[in-house]
């Protein structure tokens, strides 16, 4: 059972990768979930990371530096859940799922476990419709593996994440000085 305070009506269904849409900037997108970050996978989504803007890191991650940001995904791949959102060969945007629990390798059934979310776009694809389709896949990828809680923390002055969220179906759940935490509850 679930540690967080979670709303009490479910959120979806969400649609799960992949597919391909138009974002509001009439560019061809393709969500794809990631089962390992591995080869060319790793070093498009490498490279998103080394051109995004730091000023737009929250909590430490993305880490900067280009083998920094190669180490912090392959260790958060092996137990965690990704899409990526791809304009043509690029990546532009990355959703991930971590198992909030002490041991990652020991999550034996997801239903049981909350997953934290960590959500990014290249600023260049920002405001286009890309971070709320992102958003909606991984919901639906981690719905189709049994996932029931996310949450997430996000800084309270940030409204425009904030307004994304809960467009999908995310709810405050508690607040901390600087930050909001919200939390969804998958079909």
Partial sequence: MPDRVYPDTTSGPFPAPPTTDTDQSDREI???AVE?????????????YVEFDPTDRAQGIPPTGAERIRNWLETIAENSVNVVARHGEDVVGHAVLVPD??????VEDVED?????AIFVLQAYQ?????TQLLKHLLGHASELGIQYVWLTVERWNAPAIALYERVGFEPTGTENFEQEMGILLA
């Fill in 101 to 106: 629990v002490d041991d990652p390798e020991s």
């Fill in 127 to 131: 405001e286009s419709g890309i971070g």
């Fill in 36 to 48: 390992e970050f591995a080869g060319e996978v790793l070093d498009d989504t490498v490279e998103m």
């Fill in 30 to 32: 393709e969500y794809r």
């Fill in 113 to 117: 476990v909350e997953w934290e979310l």
